[in-house]
């Protein structure tokens, strides 16, 4: 009886484990689990490497361009009025 008790706890953290890591990799699976304001889309947060927007409300304060978050890694900006609370910088949002 211990060990089977010991085995769920086990398993019950090592799932909760799996979930905190997809998060943290800008996975999500409504968008509360993404940064505030920022939507999540085929599961991934707009503002994270990988995402993708539609509108400017997906992308939490800063632009949509190309269906890229200008704020995201591997988004792009124009001027710092695209990266919301960042600044754009050789094309890249920065944080201010």
Do not use: H, Q, W
Request: aromatic content about 6%.
């Amino acid at each position: 009886m211990k060990a089977s008790k010991l085995f769920s706890i086990a398993l019950v953290l090592c799932v909760s484990g799996i979930s905190l890591n997809a998060y943290a990799d800008g996975k999500c699976s409504s968008s509360s689990d993404c940064d505030k304001g920022v939507s999540c889309i085929d599961n991934v947060c707009a503002n994270t490497r990988g995402g993708k927007c539609y509108s400017d409300n997906d992308c939490g304060g800063a632009k949509c361009i190309m269906n890229k978050c200008a704020n995201a890694p591997d988004g792009k900006c124009y001027s710092s009025t695209d990266c919301g609370e960042g600044s754009c910088s050789f094309n890249k949002c920065t944080l201010r």
